[in-house]
């Protein structure tokens, strides 16, 4: 019986054995095939095939990018980027000094705004005097008041925002010592070409 248990326990030792050698084997084809596809594909790259490219904005609020409690008096609309009388300016500039093209979107986040609904106007001009984009002030929160501009790599956007209380030909008293409070931002999206 001592044998017959002695015998099972070498053919167990050898059965063991066997599997070790086996997992052994395993590992090193597993090593060379590793080493082989990763020394391959590193070989058949080509000197600057893969690069990155990157994108950096600067952006310069000229005029802050805080608008706190400007002195509005009822107006008309302005025609024009020196049509300036009575209302609040905002001049800032975008400058792309990464490799990569983009277009940039810029908010006005309000975070107060006691006029009467409707009652606030604003217009964006670029550098050239060209409107790009007119609308209504929202009581709070975040609104786009410039979308989708393109902007080189290398580029500069110089833009003004212009902000007023619109004349009603009504008596607007109960727009007097009101306060309007917010802070402007600028972000980019790469253009994929």
Known sequence: MTNSLNDKKKEIKKVNGYYVIILILSLIIMVIGISFAYFTAV???EKD???INTGTLIINFTDGIEINNPLLIP???PT????QEYLYTNTFSVESTGTLDQTIDIYLNITTNQFSNGALKYKVYNTNGQQMKEGTLTQSGDMR???NTYLGAGQTAEFTLMIWLQETGTGQNQDQAKSLVGTMRAEATQVRK
């Open 75 to 77: 107006r008309s609309t």
């Open 80 to 83: 024009n980027i020196n049509d």
């Open 43 to 45: 070989s058949s790259q």
């Open 145 to 147: 008041i410039l979308e």
């Open 49 to 51: 095939k893969t690069r």
